[in-house]
């Protein structure tokens, strides 16, 4: 299991949230989840809800019976996986997005297999979290690579000042990706870059909408109802990254990133969207 994806905690924070419920001194317009996920929390064991909270990374585009992400389904309970082409997710064209098709309803079958084997067994039936990060712009945002219509990155989406346009690339995304399988998406980011330095190693570069707060809200929120209209409500939607990474002075990948602002400024630009 690769452990060094930085943008699974911030899912796994997520998931957690709704698992555990309001907590003390929570608003009172915290989310309530609907009856039929509450029943099926609530008919869990603790060792499957915390299972739940895991979403993990593997190698190679084949789950055979002896292989470790077959273990961590059948036996762990794991939430779900992200697919990397880093770690070798998907093979080279022209078979992509078949292979990648018949990958994502092989792990899902293992899911169903490992729940319905035993008879005896009380283990509640949660289909797998399959998630993705499909920036855009192609190599090295987008984890695949060929088979997809080509879409543009988010700061040239935010250059035309359009939010449909920002909907549309989102609804191709949402179509093109759940038709594959994947009901998670890792995006899009709603960092406001302020100040661009291409030379330091935080910079998001493309990665952004835009450096005005209003706008990046605008156009994330347009993005995001473009992937569920074109998943037809299939597709669950994290927005990243940890709020100020536009204006961090390092990459979180490598170590904690300071944002050094009063939490007025932060609630007025990195907070904002």
Same mark, same amino acid.
């Given at each position: 299991?690769?452990?060094?994806?930085?943008?699974?905690?911030?899912?796994?924070?997520?998931?957690?949230?709704?698992?555990?419920?309001?907590?003390?001194?929570?608003?009172?317009?915290?989310?309530? /989840?609907?009856?039929?996920?509450?029943?099926?929390?609530?008919?869990?064991? /603790?060792?499957?809800?915390?299972?739940?909270?895991?979403?993990?990374?593997?190698?190679?585009?084949?789950?055979?019976?002896?292989?470790?992400?077959?273990?961590?389904?059948?036996?762990?309970?794991?939430?779900?996986?992200?697919?990397?082409?880093?770690?070798?997710?998907?093979?080279?064209?022209?078979?992509?997005?078949?292979?990648?098709?018949?990958?994502?309803?092989?792990?899902?079958?293992?899911?169903?297999?490992?729940?319905?084997?035993?008879?005896?067994?009380?283990?509640?039936?949660?289909?797998?979290?399959?998630?993705?990060?499909?920036?855009?712009?192609?190599?090295?945002?987008?984890?695949?690579?060929?088979?997809?219509?080509?879409? /543009?990155?988010?700061?040239?989406?935010?250059?035309?000042?359009?939010?449909?346009?920002?909907?549309?690339?989102?609804?191709?995304?949402?179509?093109?990706?759940?038709?594959?399988?994947?009901?998670?998406?890792?995006?899009?980011?709603?960092?406001?870059?302020?100040? /661009?330095?291409?030379?330091?190693?935080?910079?998001?570069?493309?990665?952004?909408?835009?450096?005005?707060?209003?706008?990046?809200?605008?156009?994330?929120?347009?993005?995001?109802?473009?992937?569920?209209?074109?998943?037809?409500?299939?597709?669950?939607?994290?927005?990243?990254?940890?709020?100020?990474?536009?204006?961090?002075?390092?990459?979180?990948?490598?170590?904690?990133?300071?944002?050094?602002?009063?939490?007025?400024?932060?609630?007025?630009?990195?907070?904002?969207?």
């Amino acid at each position: 299991m690769n452990s060094k994806n930085p943008f699974r905690f911030l899912i796994l924070l997520t998931i957690l949230a709704s698992l555990l419920g309001p907590v003390a001194g929570a608003r009172a317009q915290t989310p309530v /989840p609907p009856p039929q996920v509450q029943a099926l929390l609530n008919s869990m064991t /603790p060792e499957e809800r915390v299972g739940q909270l895991f979403l993990v990374t593997f190698s190679g585009t084949i789950s055979l019976d002896e292989s470790q992400i077959n273990e961590l389904i059948s036996y762990r309970n794991v939430g779900g996986v992200i697919l990397l082409s880093e770690n070798d997710n998907f093979v080279a064209e022209p078979d992509t997005i078949a292979a990648a098709h018949r990958l994502i309803a092989e792990l899902q079958t293992i899911e169903w297999d490992a729940t319905n084997a035993d008879t005896s067994s009380s283990r509640v039936y949660a289909p797998l979290f399959v998630g993705i990060s499909q920036e855009g712009d192609g190599f090295p945002y987008d984890q695949i690579l060929g088979g997809m219509t080509p879409l /543009p990155n988010e700061m040239a989406i935010g250059a035309t000042w359009k939010p449909e346009n920002a909907m549309q690339v989102g609804s191709v995304a949402g179509t093109e990706l759940s038709a594959i399988g994947f009901n998670l998406y890792l995006g899009p980011s709603l960092d406001v870059v302020e100040s /661009p330095n291409p030379s330091a190693r935080s910079d998001l570069g493309t990665r952004a909408f835009g450096g005005d707060p209003y706008w990046v809200g605008e156009m994330g929120q347009a993005y995001i109802s473009g992937l569920h209209q074109g998943s037809n409500g299939r597709m669950i939607v994290v927005a990243k990254h940890f709020p100020g990474r536009g204006g961090s002075d390092r990459s979180p990948e490598e170590e904690v990133a300071t944002v050094r602002k009063s939490l007025e400024q932060l609630k007025q630009v990195e907070l904002f969207p």
